[in-house]
C-alpha cells in the first residue's frame, strides 16, 4: 500500500515550457485534490476533484488544468510556466468517516520555473 | 483576513516544555477542525482531530472554543522529535473540498 504518489520529486522549466505532474493513490479514495504551498502562505487548493469523471476549481486555478483519468489518478498540468509557479505542490486524496475527514498527502513536488 | 490564521513563531522551547498553539477561524460556519503536523521539506501528515468537548492524545492535547473561533493545540513534555510545523485545518461545510489550511506554527525544541 504505497498511498499517495507523485512524480516527478524535482523540476526546473523555463517560462513557457508545459509540464504534467502526475499523482496516483492506491486507497480507493474518492476526492483527489492538487494544493501548492508557498512561503508564509500555507497550502492553497489548486483544484479538486470529488470522483472520477468530475473537477471543480479551487482556491488559486489560474494557469493550471487538470485530468481525473480514473479512480487512481489526477494529474495537474501547466501549459506555459510562469515565474508565479515555482512552488511546491502536492496531491492528495481523502477519505471521510462519520464527522472526520483525512486527507494523505503525496511528498511533494518541488518546481523552479526560471 | 485570511480564514485561518496562526502565529507564524519559531517557537524555540527546550526539551520537557511545554507549549501551546492557538489558531483562529472566521467563519463561524466551520464545522471540523484538525491539526496536521508538516516535517521539513515533507509532506503534512494529520496529527489529530479537534472535538467539541477537546480531546487528548498522549502528550497532545486540542481544545476547540466555538464562541471565540479559536482551537488551541496543547504539547506536554515536549521531545526533540516534535520539531516541526503545526498547520491548522478548518472545514467550513461538510465537504472536504473545502478544506482550508492555515500557515502554520514552526516549533523547534532544543536539546
Known amino acids: 500500500n504505497a498511498g499517495v504518489t507523485q512524480t516527478p520529486k524535482f523540476q526546473v522549466l523555463k517560462t513557457g515550457q508545459s509540464m504534467t505532474l502526475q499523482c496516483a493513490q492506491d486507497?480507493?479514495?474518492?476526492?483527489m485534490y492538487w494544493y501548492r504551498q508557498d512561503p508564509g502562505m500555507g497550502l492553497r487548493l489548486i483544484y479538486y476533484?470529488?470522483?472520477?469523471?468530475?473537477?471543480d476549481k479551487g482556491e488559486v486555478p489560474n494557469g493550471y488544468n487538470v485530468s481525473r483519468l480514473n479512480k487512481r489518478e489526477f494529474s495537474l498540468r501547466l501549459e506555459s510556466a510562469a515565474p508565479s509557479q515555482t512552488s511546491v505542490y502536492f496531491c492528495?486524496?481523502?477519505?471521510?468517516?462519520?464527522?472526520?475527514?483525512?486527507?494523505?498527502f503525496g511528498p511533494g513536488t518541488r518546481l523552479t520555473v526560471l | 483576513r485570511k480564514e485561518v490564521e496562526q502565529d507564524p513563531g519559531p517557537f524555540n522551547v527546550p526539551e520537557g516544555a511545554t507549549v501551546a498553539f492557538n489558531c483562529t477561524y472566521s467563519?463561524?460556519?466551520?464545522?471540523?477542525f484538525f491539526w496536521y503536523r508538516q516535517d521539513c521539506r515533507k509532506e503534512p501528515k494529520l496529527l489529530m482531530s479537534?472535538?467539541?468537548s477537546g480531546n487528548e492524545d498522549g502528550r497532545f492535547t486540542a481544545q476547540l472554543n466555538r464562541a471565540s473561533q479559536y482551537i488551541s493545540l496543547l504539547i506536554r513534555d515536549s521531545k526533540l522529535s516534535d520539531s516541526a510545523t503545526y498547520l491548522c485545518?478548518?472545514?467550513?461545510?461538510?465537504?472536504?473540498?473545502?478544506?482550508?489550511f492555515g500557515s502554520g506554527t514552526q516549533l523547534t525544541v532544543l536539546p
Open positions: 485545518v478548518v472545514i467550513v461545510s461538510g465537504s472536504a473540498r473545502q478544506l482550508t
Open positions: 486507497m480507493n479514495h474518492n476526492s
Open positions: 476533484s470529488a470522483s472520477e469523471g468530475t473537477t
Open positions: 467563519n463561524s460556519a466551520s464545522q471540523s
Open positions: 492528495a486524496s481523502s477519505v471521510t468517516s462519520g464527522s472526520k475527514t483525512e486527507q494523505f
Open positions: 479537534v472535538y467539541s
